[in-house]
């Protein structure tokens, strides 16, 4: 279940793919420390290559004891971003992306989600190039080559500067930029997991007609649609202190935590208010709610896999936070909330 | 603490010789390989060869098996690679069925629609599997609490006998005892469903 | 023993074979048994059933199609040479969760019905256990060995309370939601691969 994919360098990069400018013509990594602007480059380069590439293949991630994978399906024309990602294992589910907009389907149930991604990527001005910070949190250097998937790949080993964050080992394909393989690196020096291509076809023919036709093919389907409202954690009555070294706010939504449509019994639950940090490389969710006895009950701090997990109660209100980070960062942002007085 | 494959002992049996071992493996994962398999394919009538073809390369690969990840990892990764090879065989085979080849197009067949299942077979068989998920449904809520408990916490949670017997408060020697039992009562429900015919036997 | 009786205790021996939970008894009599026996075979068969349902209901099959696909592999198994590669696998590096570790620790999330456990003011809770276990190494976020410490990492022996988990054992539906939360936001397809999908792949987070 807290299976991730790879390490989500968005953030640094989304004011580039936001923009939609062509490939950069950046070059492959040579071995050795590198400077901070080649890191850059090589991180653009993976981050176009998801963006800009067409390719097709099976994606297998796994870690904290389980696997799972995917057959996943990617097009891009022009300004139009295409995908179709399709489980492999547990209850058949398919998401289909047209840019911003992304149904999840569920043909078993006859459910389809309906959300626009839009606002989940609006990042502050301060992550344009020169100022993204990653370089001090992270050391990012070239490992070499191997072969993954059928491919030639640069090998990337980023090490966290410190206990708060994790390290990867990335992968990517020599030609294109593309992401093949990725891995979480613990404290220790463990892996807590992989996701990588076993096979991946780099430059298939842009399909994007079979997204889209599966987009509009919703007959017979109980459509649900989750409403996300931006919001400030001022507004809603809190103060952040100190928060882990590092990591800045990227985004505070107000929305409901339950699958659209579920009510319970009551009626819909009160809403979420959902906070967002990175540092860059990783992210942290902190979710605040009123408290309440019969649903928050069991205190949790537990790392599985790449993912750590802290639930808490605070005074008359329940704090969660999710974090791809190990577990004692999440205790410094649930530590930084304050209630502010009236 | 690290604790062991619960397929080690099988697993260490079959590549010492013991082929009822890995057969044993077999039944334990056919279904859940099957399911990836025909997702990966979508054609029905290709997931039994492709299966079978997965478990003999596996049988086959077993001396490399030394246990870094767990077997059923390692045989999920044989599927995936099996089904891909089998896949691209396809495409260059002139004698690929009609059924095959219908509407396929890389990998892609959304001119299907969406609600047909990739794994159904007759109306029948759709038929038998609801009943057994019933019947199995059934069978464990007339379970008595401790043996509930037992099985869950083992099929479910995935949990070992150990972290059951501290959960449970009770020695593991209940813990076996509970699950052997619960199994026992599940089993006795399924047996109408699961009876062989003449010929058709275990 | 007489393989052709198989009694009670064999059958219990052959369920605790299929959780892995033989404890030092070698497998070889099950086996054997197994290949003699249609009923052990059939039992086997029910009970890998019984726990694919009650995980995922998709994969209840019909029991002939079972049967066909195990029989043709056998006969397969025999026309292949016989593979001979012993010794003991490797220990595994995926660490796993025990409950004493986590009973001490404070926080134990078992699946929706139980109750979490809470030491009482210190005092682990008494553990019948058999045998000889060590305490489960916890996650401590000291001495990395990737990393250079800075300063402003704070001494954290709360930290040591984490303790690693298995995937299969955290199973909350309620943090499940929280989770894909989470990754709407966490991992987009920056990189090429849909993490937020991925997450949570082995769990149903379908609205009902």
């Given amino acids: 279940m807290f299976l991730r994919a790879v390490a989500p360098l968005t953030l640094a990069w989304a004011a580039f793919a936001h923009a939609g400018p062509a490939c950069g013509q950046a070059s492959a990594p040579s071995a050795g420390t590198a400077p901070q602007s080649e890191v850059r480059a090589w991180l653009l380069r993976i981050h176009a290559a998801a963006s800009r590439r067409n390719f097709q293949g099976t994606f297998v991630v796994s870690g904290g004891g ?6 996943i399906s990617h097009f891009c024309e022009g300004p139009n971003q295409y995908e179709r990602i399709e489980s492999l294992d547990g209850k058949q589910r398919r998401v289909y992306r047209h840019n911003d ?6 043909p078993a149930s006859q459910v389809a989600m309906i959300e626009q991604r839009g606002m989940l990527s609006s990042f502050p001005a301060l992550l344009q190039a020169g100022d993204d910070g990653i370089g001090d949190w992270y050391d990012v250097r070239a490992e070499g080559s191997e072969r993954v998937a059928g491919h030639d790949a640069d090998v990337l080993a980023v090490r966290a500067r410190d206990a708060l964050r994790y390290g990867y080992r990335l992968w990517a394909d020599r ?3 593309l992401l093949l393989r990725a891995e979480v690196i613990g404290e220790k020096g463990d892996v807590l997991e992989t996701s990588a291509f076993s096979d991946v076809v780099i430059g298939v023919r842009p399909q994007p007609e079979t997204v889209l036709q599966a987009m509009r093919r919703l007959d017979g389907y109980r459509v649900v649609r989750p409403i996300l409202t931006p919001t400030r954690l001022e507004s809603e009555g809190w103060v952040v202190r100190q928060i882990a070294p590092g990591f800045r706010q990227v985004s505070c939504v107000s929305r409901q935590i339950d699958p659209p449509g579920e009510t319970s019994g009551a009626g819909a639950s009160p809403p979420v208010i959902q906070s967002i940090y990175s540092d860059g490389l990783t992210y942290v969710s902190v979710f605040i709610e009123p408290f309440r006895p019969e649903r928050h009950t069991k205190p949790v701090l537990a790392a599985v896999g790449a993912t750590s997990t802290l639930t808490q109660r605070q005074g008359d209100w329940w704090i969660t936070v999710i974090g791809d980070t190990p577990p004692a960062t999440l205790k410094m942002f649930a530590a930084a909330l304050e209630r502010r007085k009236p | 603490m690290n604790s062991p494959d619960a397929d080690a002992p099988l697993v260490e049996r079959a590549k010492s010789g013991d082929k009822t071992a890995f057969e044993m493996l077999v039944v334990k994962y056919q279904r859940r390989i099957e399911r990836l398999i025909g997702r990966m394919v979508r054609d029905v009538d290709l997931v039994p060869d492709i299966a079978q073809e997965t478990f003999i390369r596996a049988y086959r690969a077993l001396p490399q098996f030394r246990g870094d990840s767990a077997f059923y990892t390692w045989l999920y990764r044989i599927a995936v690679n099996t089904a891909k090879k ?21 990998d892609d067949d959304d001119r299907r629609p969406d609600s047909e299942p990739s794994d159904a077979a007759t109306p029948d068989a759709v038929l038998a599997s609801k009943q057994i998920a019933a019947a199995v449904n059934f069978a464990v809520e007339a379970l008595s609490e401790e043996l509930r408990q ?11 006998y150990e972290e059951i017997a501290a959960l449970m408060n009770c020695p593991i020697g209940t813990v076996r005892s509970r699950i052997f039992r619960a199994r026992e009562a599940i089993a006795a429900r399924l047996r109408p469903l699961l009876d062989t015919r003449e010929g058709d036997r275990w | 023993m007489a393989m052709d009786a198989f009694d009670e205790s064999a059958k219990e021996r052959l369920s605790a074979l299929a959780d892995g939970e033989l404890d030092g008894i070698e497998p070889g009599s099950a086996c054997a048994a197994w290949a003699r026996n249609a009923a052990v075979r059939e039992d086997w068969h029910a009970w890998h059933l019984i726990g694919d349902v009650l995980r995922s209901e998709d994969l209840a099959s019909d029991p002939g199609r079972d049967r066909q696909l195990c029989a043709a592999i056998r006969a397969r198994l025999q026309q292949e040479p016989v593979v001979l590669a012993p010794g003991a696998l490797a220990a595994p590096r995926r660490a796993r969760w025990t409950v004493g570790a986590a009973v001490a620790a404070g926080c134990v999330l078992v699946v929706g019905t139980f109750a979490v456990l809470r030491p009482s003011d210190g005092t682990a809770p008494a553990v019948a256990v058999q045998g000889e276990r ?3 190494a916890t996650v401590a976020a000291v001495e990395p060995s990737m990393a250079i410490s800075a300063s402003t990492v704070p001494p954290s022996p709360a930290a040591n309370e984490a303790v690693v988990a298995d995937v299969r054992l955290i199973r909350d539906a309620q943090l499940d939601r929280y989770l894909a939360a989470h990754k709407q936001f966490a991992g987009s397809s920056a990189l ?12 149903d987070t379908a609205p009902r």
């Fill in chain 1, 66 to 71: 389980g696997v799972a994978s995917a057959r």
């Fill in chain 1, 101 to 106: 907009v992304v149904h999840t389907v569920w």
């Fill in chain 1, 175 to 177: 030609a294109s930029g």
């Fill in chain 2, 86 to 106: 089998s896949l691209m065989e396809l495409k260059r085979d002139p004698l690929v069925t009609e059924a095959a080849r219908a509407g396929r197009d890389d």
């Fill in chain 2, 150 to 160: 037992a099985i869950t916490l083992r099929e479910i949670e995935g949990l070992s």
């Fill in chain 3, 134 to 136: 060590a305490p489960v």
């Fill in chain 3, 192 to 203: 090429g691969v849909p993490s937020a999908f991925l997450r949570s792949a082995t769990v």
